[in-house]
């Protein structure tokens, strides 16, 4: 099958990379002119002069990231069959949808409210009372565009920081840990569910990722996978989805989620049966659901800024190195090293001890 991708950072090419060995052909569309995946045939077209040669050599479209331009991807799926549907990406950039989509299907979320101006912010603090987050609704990511207020006289100084007309303010959650869950459906709306990851951030962006999550019951498993079973039958969804969540006294909150496979599943490429990209590929092109086991406890570390010292690294004997292909800079994604041991506490000193090699990386203080 001859599947096209819009965007080509990282996810396509590791999209591409995985859906290559099942013998598809891949054509990677990048409308901001940005591509950096090195991979299949690769259209960068800021001027949208390609986008039919595109089309004539794809047989079904799917997309690596949220920020593509909605009028776009409608435009394409009057053309040709688009997975994940138009009305994910929809909802997943711009949060004031979002939310509302996990209120109307019954998912727990912290309380929230809409906000347009820095003195709305402030009386939406005063009501929701204590600690609020703020967050722009659109285009926010790695802890872009998002304000902390302990107190609603912050909100003059928190506003400019959100950058975006629109925000939502939402109640601080007193979580225990940070969890995701990455699923895939196919087209004959059969699912698929990788453990749940526990996912460690800093200074806004993932930097660990460890699963199978260590300490998970039976009843968050399970919740977990009714809550994203509900975003995928409600969506009529094929591919992976992700949603990250947090870990609170009384159970799941959802935080968001993300139409593509996730930073917190890349886990899965030398610790699951599947990858989360080949299952994506196998959803898009209609063919059967790989199984989502995991073979080892495997934690994800992220390469931010630069990959640091590559030779070093592969001489640990338990590392897996995937590198992007990308130039490094401030904050940026380069890279990530996937670890897997045989028992957690072995997991916990080859994670510190590969972290110790990584320039900036902060230190790996997690304990099972």
């Known amino acids: 099958m001859r599947i096209g991708i819009l965007g080509a950072g990282q996810l396509g090419r590791m999209l591409t990379l995985d859906g290559m060995r099942l013998g598809h052909e891949?054509?990677?569309?990048?409308?901001?002119?940005?591509?950096?995946?090195?991979?299949?045939?690769?259209?960068?077209?800021?001027?949208g002069q390609h986008l039919g040669t595109f089309l004539n050599e794809t047989d079904v479209v799917t997309y690596e990231f949220e920020h593509l331009p909605l009028e776009l991807v409608n435009r394409i799926a009057t053309e040709?069959?688009?997975?994940?549907?138009?009305?994910?990406?929809?909802?997943?950039?711009?949060?004031?949808?979002?939310?509302?989509l996990f209120r109307d299907l019954g998912i727990s979320t912290a309380p929230f409210e809409v906000v347009a101006s820095a003195e709305e912010l402030q009386a939406a603090t005063q009501r929701l009372g204590g600690r609020v987050v703020a967050k722009s609704a659109t285009e926010g990511y790695d802890g872009k565009g998002q304000a902390v207020l302990d107190s609603p006289e912050q909100a003059p100084q928190a506003w400019p920081r959100i950058g975006c007309d629109t925000a939502i303010a939402e109640s601080f959650v007193a979580f225990r840990r940070e969890l995701s869950i990455v699923a895939a459906r196919g087209?004959?709306?059969?699912?698929?569910?990788?453990?749940?990851?526990?996912?460690?951030?800093?200074?806004?962006?993932?930097?660990?990722?460890?699963?199978?999550?260590?300490?998970?019951?039976?009843?968050?498993?399970d919740q977990a996978q009714r809550m994203i079973r509900t975003l995928m039958n409600e969506l009529g969804?094929?591919?992976?989805?992700?949603?990250?969540?947090?870990?609170?006294?009384?159970?799941?909150?959802?935080?968001?989620?993300?139409?593509?496979v996730h930073n917190s599943?890349?886990?899965?490429?030398?610790?699951?049966?599947?990858?989360?990209?080949?299952?994506?590929?196998?959803?898009?092109?209609?063919?059967?659901?790989?199984?989502?086991?995991?073979?080892?406890?495997?934690?994800m570390i992220n390469l931010i800024g630069e990959t640091g010292p590559v030779a070093e690294i592969l001489r640990l004997p338990y590392t897996h190195l995937h590198l992007y292909g990308k130039a490094g800079r401030s904050g940026r994604k380069v890279g990530h090293i996937n670890i897997l041991a045989d028992s957690l506490e072995e997991l916990r000193w080859r994670a510190m001890n590969t972290a110790s090699l990584l320039p900036e990386c902060p230190e790996f203080d997690w304990r099972p």
């Open 26 to 47: 891949f054509s990677l569309y990048d409308p901001a002119g940005k591509a950096s995946a090195g991979v299949g045939t690769i259209y960068n077209d800021p001027d």
């Open 80 to 100: 040709k069959p688009v997975h994940p549907v138009p009305r994910a990406l929809q909802c997943c950039q711009n949060r004031t949808l979002e939310k509302a």
């Open 187 to 221: 087209q004959d709306g059969a699912m698929a569910f990788y453990p749940l990851a526990e996912n460690i951030h800093h200074q806004g962006i993932l930097r660990f990722s460890i699963a199978p999550a260590p300490h998970v019951t039976p009843e968050l498993e």
């Open 237 to 260: 969804y094929v591919g992976v989805l992700a949603l990250e969540m947090f870990e609170t006294e009384e159970g799941l909150v959802a935080n968001e989620m993300a139409p593509r």
């Open 265 to 299: 599943g890349h886990w899965s490429q030398n610790g699951a049966v599947t990858s989360q990209f080949e299952n994506h590929i196998r959803a898009v092109s209609g063919l059967p659901l790989g199984e989502t086991a995991a073979l080892q406890p495997t934690c």
